[in-house]
């Protein structure tokens, strides 16, 4: 038989995204997910009369007719179809990379890191839109990029190291790499330098003409900058040291100082509500990319006095009788947590736990030992927390219920305490993605207070 059909693996955003993609572009479409499609994506499918089919994929169909596979970023390059697809010969792509083949004349901001990808996505998205620019955005914030790719003159992607893995050829016109840390090892063979390779591609696939802003406090990325070959114009962004280009902090002010040498003010910290330096960091890379697009300093400064914290993210849901609920979801790694500690003043009930992606919680220690009254697991697995944490904190209580979790820190909890849900690991124990369970949190937060 003839080979015919662009084989979509995945069939959630990114997935029907490329398939309406290639379907607008005349291509015979067949999508194949091995779990459950959302009747929100089949309903797509079926209003455009694309054949898909779920849990499971037929494997003899797929290889005897794909003259190409659009893979979904979360599939991952072991599993045994990709492998005999790639056995094969069969051409695999990202959603990415097929969506950018229809994209004429735009500019893209990549936008990767283990933490704050998607506030830095969000704070400069706010930026453009106030500038009056016809900007998109997509990626691992919760978009098709094939499917917004439509009549915009300019994107920011927000790139996982998934999404990277399966680029060759992707190019951000500026590229912004935030942080590295122990993340998805589980992914990576348990070897942190195949997580950091992955995250470097964002800026080895750019040309000498383009930009590559960095953290120039992660020592991670300083040495990886003296391992990778990278074309593009470096600019980096530092909360601890005054730097003779990229942005800084001094005498508790944000700077940027540009390749001209002059020092620009942009405004003092203490007029930005989102707290913490996790937040800083975010907000200095978006203000370099702003600086450079030439926005002007006042559009910047009315979208950063107003910023709020995103959904999922440090997000203050209620107060009940003095105790603060705070929902951190999105935190899926050790270091999105130690932010959430030191950002976190008043005495700790923390809520953690999931699906273990590899984790060493050694950083956690003194903020675990000087913040920390109690932990609640939640989660099947818990004992990698309940083991380190057992010689450090007196209290450790384990739950898969996020009812039972929400009730046990609130009773463990005195006036004045913050029960602060920052998990540090995945959702697939429990829960279909971190938006579902911290949408669970909400809701046993909001019923407690009735």
């Known amino acids: 038989m003839k080979k015919k059909f662009i084989i979509v693996l995945g069939g959630g955003e990114s997935g029907v995204g490329a398939a309406l993609l290639a379907k607008k572009n005349g291509f015979k479409i067949f999508l194949s997910d091995s779990g459950i499609i959302l009747n929100k994506y089949k309903k797509i499918l079926i209003e455009n009369k694309i054949p898909f089919e779920e849990k499971g994929h037929t494997d003899n169909m797929i290889i005897q007719n794909a003259i190409k596979v659009i893979k979904s970023p979360g599939i991952s ?14 051409p695999i792509q990202s959603e990415l990379e097929f969506g950018k083949n229809y994209l004429e004349n735009s500019y893209i901001i990549g936008i990767t890191g283990s933490n704050g990808k998607t506030t830095t996505c969000s704070i400069i998205y706010q930026i453009l839109k106030k500038k009056g620019i016809n900007v998109g955005i997509a990626g691992n914030i919760g978009r098709s990029f094939s499917k917004e790719i439509i009549k915009k003159k300019m994107f920011i992607y927000e790139m996982s190291s ?6 060759f050829n992707f190019r951000s016109n500026i590229a912004v790499l935030l942080n590295i840390t122990r993340d998805h090892l589980n992914r990576y063979d348990y070897n942190i330098e195949n997580y950091i390779d992955s995250k470097f591609r964002i800026a080895t696939f750019q040309k000498k003409e383009d930009i ?9 990325i300083r040495e990886g900058l003296k391992k990778y070959y990278i074309e593009s114009q470096c600019i980096p962004f530092s909360i601890k040291e005054e730097l003779h280009i990229g942005a800084y902090i001094k005498d508790k002010k944000i700077f940027i100082r540009n390749q001209k040498n002059k020092e620009i003010y942009l405004l003092n910290v203490k007029n ?6 996790h937040n800083l960091y975010n907000i200095m890379a978006s203000s370099i990319i702003s600086e450079i697009l030439n926005v002007k300093k006042e559009s910047v400064i009315s979208i950063l006095s107003k910023l709020k914290s995103i959904e999922h993210r440090m997000e203050k849901i209620r107060n009940i009788n003095g105790i603060q609920f705070i929902n951190d979801s999105k935190a899926t790694n050790v270091n999105a947590v130690f932010y959430a500690l030191k950002s976190t003043n008043a005495p700790i009930i923390w809520i953690a736990g999931g699906e273990d992606k590899g984790n060493n919680y050694i950083e956690l220690i003194p903020l675990v030992k000087q913040k920390v009254k109690a932990i609640i697991c939640l989660g099947k697995n818990n004992k990698k927390i309940t083991n ?10 384990e739950t898969n219920n996020m009812k039972k979790a929400v009730y046990m820190a609130y009773i463990l909890s005195s006036h004045g305490y913050n029960v602060l849900f920052s998990p540090a690991c995945s959702s697939f124990d429990l829960f279909k993605d971190y938006k579902e369970r911290g949408n669970k949190f909400k809701q046993e937060v909001i019923k407690l207070s009735l």
Do not use: E, H, S, V
């Open 77 to 90: 390059r072991n599993n045994p179809l990709i492998k005999k697809i790639n056995f094969l010969g069969i």
């Open 388 to 397: 380190f944490f057992k010689n450090i904190i007196d209290i450790i209580l």
């Open 162 to 167: 998934f999404q990277l893995d399966d680029c």
């Open 212 to 220: 590559f802003i960095y953290n120039y406090d992660d020592p991670i």
């Open 272 to 277: 930005i509500p989102l707290t913490g330096d």
